[in-house]
């Protein structure tokens, strides 16, 4: 224990990731890339998959109610976009339990359990459920009543934590997979990835806290200057759940917060270097709302404009032309001003947004520039 501590006081820096890290890796790791392989036939969608899992069956359902029409050919090309629906995974899972938006999925879960039966659909009325819609929720009826027969279901929330946990599998074979296609080309780009940063900044002592569920820099990094947050494809105990919403007054959301899941997994603290911090460096991060309390809380660790640490968020330009460039960097700068906003308001901090960017408190940069070796 004392030789890990010695080895996070070396730490100088801390280097936090997200998928964004992976893709500029060459990884398809997104739930988009996912939904792409597993949920097509070729041109076609897979039905015995999507019938498999109810999560599956619930994202599909949501799609054609967003899109106004029961359109599986739209469905398929949506799959091949950027969707929000097949990125934004976590926040539809929130959503399911939020009682001002898709609370009448979790409602119908519970009615069908508790009727077993498949000629009721909904009371009151509701407008989407008639015509062509009524096919997909028979389907979805079906698997939540052979779940019930299976395991003896008798709520939804257990039921539906039961489908992410096989969902999380299905994740994580992909994954792994992915991992072993690009595992030359992923370790070399993260081998430059450390190289340059050393090259570059001197006396850097990384540590890497990562949202990703790939061990990345295994061969670069000391295993005790490493996290990944939410279980790693290597102990076989990835997290896929979303955040403490406390304006939600369904309990039946809690099974799936992560940081619970966290602690009902044993996995303990993160452990975290906390004197001697220069800089914490963001890459590849969707600073989702599913994962605020992380975010939250490294603000507060390392004394976001209150210290010496500056907090440099790194961007990438993947798009073909600068125009659209120019349209995401504005987009990743936005999402990060909104994290750090609602850090500062949930704190009571009486500092200023533009005040810590204007001081260099708050650094944002291109990939390329960090790797030359601009200094912050």
Same mark, same amino acid.
């Given at each position: 224990?004392?030789?890990?501590?010695?080895?996070?006081?070396?730490?100088?820096?801390?280097?936090?990731?997200?998928?964004?890290?992976?893709?500029?890796?060459?990884?398809?790791?997104?739930?988009?890339?996912?939904?792409?392989?597993?949920?097509?036939?070729?041109?076609?969608?897979?039905?015995?998959?999507?019938?498999?899992?109810?999560?599956?069956?619930?994202?599909?359902?949501?799609?054609?109610?967003?899109?106004?029409?029961?359109?599986?050919?739209?469905?398929?090309?949506?799959?091949?976009?950027?969707?929000?629906?097949?990125?934004?995974?976590?926040?539809?899972?929130?959503?399911?339990?939020?009682?001002?938006?898709?609370?009448?999925?979790?409602?119908?879960?519970?009615?069908?359990?508790?009727?077993? #039966?498949?000629?009721?659909?909904?009371?009151? %009325?509701?407008?989407?459920?008639?015509?062509?819609?009524?096919?997909?929720?028979?389907?979805?009826?079906?698997?939540?009543?052979?779940?019930?027969?299976?395991?003896?279901?008798?709520?939804?929330?257990?039921?539906?934590?039961?489908?992410?946990?096989?969902?999380?599998?299905?994740?994580? !074979?992909?994954? /792994?997979?992915?991992?072993? !296609?690009?595992?030359?080309?992923?370790?070399?780009?993260?081998?430059?990835?450390?190289?340059?940063?050393? #090259?570059?900044? %001197?006396?850097?002592?990384?540590?890497?806290?990562?949202?990703?569920?790939?061990?990345?820099?295994?061969?670069?990094?000391?295993?005790? /200057?490493? $996290?990944?947050?939410? %279980?790693?494809?290597?102990?076989?105990?990835?997290?896929?759940?979303?955040?403490?919403?406390?304006?939600?007054?369904?309990?039946?959301?809690?099974?799936?917060?992560?940081?619970? !899941?966290?602690?009902?997994?044993?996995? %303990?603290?993160?452990?975290?270097?906390?004197?001697?911090?220069?800089?914490?460096?963001?890459?590849? $991060?969707? +600073?989702?709302?599913?994962?605020?309390?992380?975010?939250?809380?490294?603000?507060?660790?390392?004394?976001?404009?209150?210290?010496?640490?500056?907090?440099?968020?790194?961007?990438? #330009?993947?798009?073909?032309?600068?125009?659209?460039?120019?349209?995401? !960097?504005?987009?990743?700068?936005?999402?990060?001003?909104?994290?750090?906003? /609602?850090?500062?308001? $949930?704190?009571? /901090?009486?500092?200023?947004?533009?005040?810590?960017?204007?001081?260099?408190?708050?650094? +944002?940069?291109?990939?390329?520039?960090?790797?030359?070796?601009?200094?912050?």
């Amino acid at each position: 224990m004392q030789q890990i501590f010695n080895e996070l006081n070396k730490a100088t820096d801390i280097l936090v990731i997200g998928n964004g890290f992976d893709l500029h890796c060459g990884l398809k790791s997104s739930f988009k890339d996912f939904f792409e392989s597993e949920l097509k036939s070729g041109q076609l969608l897979n039905v015995q998959k999507i019938k498999s899992n109810i999560w599956y069956l619930i994202f599909t359902f949501a799609f054609m109610l967003n899109n106004g029409k029961n359109d599986k050919a739209k469905l398929i090309k949506c799959i091949n976009k950027d969707n929000p629906l097949w990125m934004d995974v976590e926040d539809y899972i929130a959503s399911v339990f939020d009682l001002h938006t898709n609370s009448k999925v979790y409602y119908f879960i519970n009615k069908t359990l508790k009727e077993n #039966d498949f000629s009721t659909y909904y009371e009151n %009325g509701n407008d989407y459920l008639n015509g062509d819609y009524r096919n997909q929720l028979f389907t979805i009826k079906q698997r939540i009543l052979e779940l019930k027969l299976m395991h003896g279901f008798t709520n939804a929330e257990d039921l539906l934590f039961f489908e992410l946990k096989n969902f999380e599998k299905d994740f994580a !074979r992909y994954l /792994k997979k992915e991992v072993e !296609r690009k595992k030359e080309d992923y370790e070399k780009e993260i081998g430059e990835f450390i190289v340059c940063n050393l #090259d570059n900044y %001197g006396e850097r002592n990384l540590f890497v806290l990562s949202f990703n569920y790939t061990n990345n820099f295994n061969n670069n990094v000391d295993k005790d /200057k490493k $996290c990944n947050i939410h %279980g790693s494809l290597e102990e076989d105990n990835i997290i896929i759940g979303i955040g403490d919403n406390e304006s939600s007054k369904n309990s039946g959301r809690e099974l799936f917060v992560k940081y619970k !899941r966290r602690m009902a997994m044993n996995f %303990g603290s993160l452990n975290l270097p906390k004197d001697n911090i220069r800089n914490v460096l963001f890459y590849g $991060c969707s +600073f989702s709302a599913q994962d605020f309390e992380y975010y939250d809380y490294l603000f507060k660790l390392y004394k976001l404009g209150e210290g010496d640490t500056t907090f440099t968020f790194l961007y990438s #330009d993947f798009s073909r032309t600068e125009k659209e460039n120019e349209e995401n !960097r504005k987009k990743y700068i936005s999402k990060c001003g909104e994290t750090i906003k /609602k850090h500062l308001l $949930c704190n009571n /901090k009486l500092l200023n947004y533009n005040n810590l960017y204007c001081e260099g408190k708050i650094v +944002f940069m291109s990939l390329d520039k960090f790797k030359s070796g601009v200094k912050n």
